[in-house]
């Protein structure tokens, strides 16, 4: 299921990550990586702040919904 | 023989703290050749033979974005002698992902693990011995915020510096992608030193054209790219990628343990509350104002009413000392020594009161600014950016472009200066060309002058000015979305946030000092000459056919008045025609708060206050409260200052973008005002005529760019002519 989805607090492991390729690089680089773990630390109106390999990263709805947990 | 050692590592990792920490003021603040990327150099202290380059932050050496592009190519092309690579303690696992790949360069690499001091304080545990065993480079642990640790890191980087050696990578990926990298290796031409190989077979392997465009001979790999992809079933890229974290993931363990106790930092538990979705704005609001009010009205006004009757008005007293003002110091010297009456009038009148009302507002501006550097060195603006986001995209901008307009509000030069950190290039374009419709402080005695004059100080006038330029950013948007050069979806926002912690002193006074250094500067440039000129051109002129300095009452006949004469043409449709007004506006492109001081001189008072009072009057009899808010409009909107043009045109890196951002500021302000005070006039009076067709055609052409249909566009790319740009370095 897309990140969305998630409710916040809880762990969960990352499947895929979609997208253009740019941002998809992008997101690999700052830990987001098919395995790792994600935690939604807040959100707001879709647009979130999770918590992956121990840094908080802001993304934003769009993005969110391309990348695949469960 | 001098040394050069590069500092490298993740934004917020603390290297700009690290950096000021080593270098102190030894520094040099540039440019990197060709792009609009930071570049700082520094001499380490009491080394003068060891040079600091200080790269910017960056998560990767991927060619994603300008700022990885500019340091891999320092790293690759200059080959410093040693590579400082700070890691964040507290984030060691996405930190190390770019430690891995610094040290593939061949460099010797020394790494500080920065915010101990947090680590510790959390109970978590770094085994430095371990980490330093595994990763083959030497650590050292350092807290850069407190200064300790840094002395034996710098140390250990300046001896492995000496040394010029060559380093080797420790860590290995699976064996797969190791046999496929080695037979990439055995390919590479001998240009390319021994050192280097694993780097740039990597690179190869990942199918990276900026790197192979700068290789000498590029061996075809195709084949080996589709093997391996086709056994690990993923793009090499991404095999890679996941290569360099599942190798963090095996040594992570063994070398950092985690207090498992507390789930939620502190971090997350402010960010719980600054960033709920019922809480975010009200708090952001409270912030705003709170930040405003102590800056506009309480300790910089005071700072500011200081300055501009105390140091540059009637005099000033230091601890019951009285002190003269500096004009009333210069205007006896220049009396005892008998100098000529005309450079009198230039010192005083043109130069001092010229530059000093410039420099009236630095004190509230550095007031607003260590504001904005305390908000963002703590790690709010991060958060700004994010609340703001949602709203932002609705009309084609990020979260990001509001940073930019928020410092904009005190001084648009730094304010486009801060567009920077947006990567977008579009998105970034937008924002530069929007920034200045926001008041910046230097438009505010311009409404403070028409609210006076025309309006009886109404209070809705000043708001409505804010008004206008929001209203002008949102148009904006809208309007330059939907055309050919814009089109297309923002990028996605995704940005990392910061944890909160407490800023020093030291880092938000020199953050505070670096923007309004930049706008002292244009005081001692570009505003001193053009109020030279200016003064010139005003008390200079023909009587009678002979070309003399001329009187107050004479001010009919200057230079200046045939200019103004001549191009006030242009402005009768916008209500105010006559060659005092039109002056006024241009004396306005050279520094917006000249506009108040310009009508002073014109209307015959040689000094007036900030706010024109003196003038009120005078300029009531001379236009209609509807000319004169088209006049406020078009002065709010039309092209910014000198000093904030140089930095559009900075920013943008391209003459032809430059004028379509004044082309547009300005095509724009002249819309805008023409249909104020067409429609106005027809309103206030029931006067029709030609004109009043004209604004309402505008209108609806306004009306149809707004609402036309979207049209998407797949051209989603960074500016490639930026990037390679970096690349001829």
Known sequence: MPLTMVKAGEPNVIRKVGGKEETKRFLENLGFVAGGIVTVVSEIGGNMIVNVKDSRVAIGKDMANKIMVG | MSVKIALAGNPNCGKTTLFNALTGSNQFVGNWPGVTVEKKEGKLKGHKDVIIMDLPGIYSLSPYTLEEVVARNYLIGERPDAILNIVDGTNIERNLYL?????????????????????????????????????????????????????????????????????????????????????IELKLGSDISEEQKRFFAIKLLEKDDK???????????????????????????????????????????????????????????????????????????????????????TIGSWATDWVNDGVFGDGWSFFGISVPSIPSMLESGLIAVGCADWL????????????????????????????????????????????????????????????????????????????????????????????????????????????????????????????????????????????????????????????????????????????????????????????????????????DGQFRMLDDMELNHSILAAIGNTISWLFIPLGWGDWKSAVA????????????????????F??????????WGTLAGSMTAVAAYSFLVFNLLCAPCFAAMGAIKREMNNAKWFWFAIGYQTLLAYVVALCVYQIGTLITTGAFGFGTVVAFGLVALFIYLLARPYKESNTLKINLNRVAGAKNM
């Open chain 2, 344 to 543: 009198q009038g230039l010192i005083l009148d043109g130069i001092v009161a010229g530059v000093g009302a410039v420099l009236g507002f630095v004190p509230q501006m550095l007031v607003l600014f260590v504001f904005l550097a305390f908000l963002e060195a703590c790690g709010y603006m991060a958060r700004v950016a994010f609340i703001m986001d949602r709203i932002f995209r609705k009309f084609g901008l990020s979260g990001k472009s509001f940073i930019p307009m928020l410092i904009g509000s005190g001084c648009g030069v730094p304010g486009i200066m801060a567009s920077r950190t947006i990567e977008n290039d579009r998105d970034r374009k937008m924002t530069i060309m929007t920034t200045t419709f926001i008041p910046c402080s230097a438009k505010l005695p311009i409404v403070a002058l028409i609210a006076g004059a025309l309006f009886n100080g109404s209070w809705w006038v000043a708001p409505s000015a804010y008004f206008v330029g929001i209203a002008a950013i949102i148009c904006s948007g809208i309007i330059l979305k939907k055309t050919k050069m814009f089109a297309g979806e923002p990028a996605p926002f995704v940005m990392e946030l910061p944890a909160y912690h407490m800023p020093t002193v030291g880092n938000i006074l020199r953050s505070m000092w670096e923007r309004g250094w930049s706008f002292i500067k244009k005081a001692g440039t570009i505003i001193l000459l053009s109020t030279i000129f200016v003064w010139f051109t005003t008390y200079f002129g023909w009587v």
């Open chain 2, 606 to 615: 040689a000094e007036v206050e900030e706010n024109g009072a003196e003038i």
């Open chain 2, 585 to 604: 506006a241009i004396t306005g492109l050279v520094a917006k708060e000249n506009v108040v001081g310009t009508f002073g001189i014109l209307f015959g």
């Open chain 2, 99 to 183: 430690s891995t790949q610094l040290m593939e360069l061949g460099i010797p690499v020394i790494m500080a693990v920065n915010m101990m001091d947090i680590v510790e304080k959390s109970g978590d545990k770094i085994n430095i011995q371990k980490l330093s065993q595994k990763l083959g480079c030497e650590v050292v642990e350092i807290s850069a915020l407190k200064g300790t640790g840094i002395q034996k890191a710098a140390e250990k980087a300046v001896a492995i510096a000496n040394k010029k050696s060559v380093a080797l990578p420790v860590h290995k990926f699976a064996t797969e992608v190791e046999s496929v990298l080695e037979q």
């Open chain 2, 211 to 297: 790197i192979s465009a700068q290789m000498k001979s590029v061996p075809d790999v195709t084949e080996e790219i589709a093997q391996i992809e086709k056994e690990m079933d993923d793009d090499t890229e991404s095999i890679i990628t996941n290569e360099r974290y599942v190798y963090i993931s095996s040594i992570i363990n063994e070398c950092y343990s985690k207090n498992k106790k507390e789930k939620l930092t502190s971090s997350d538990k402010i960010d719980k509350i600054v960033t709920n979705r019922w809480l975010a704005l009200p708090i952001f609001a409270a912030v705003m104002f709170v930040v405003y009010y102590v800056s506009v009205t």
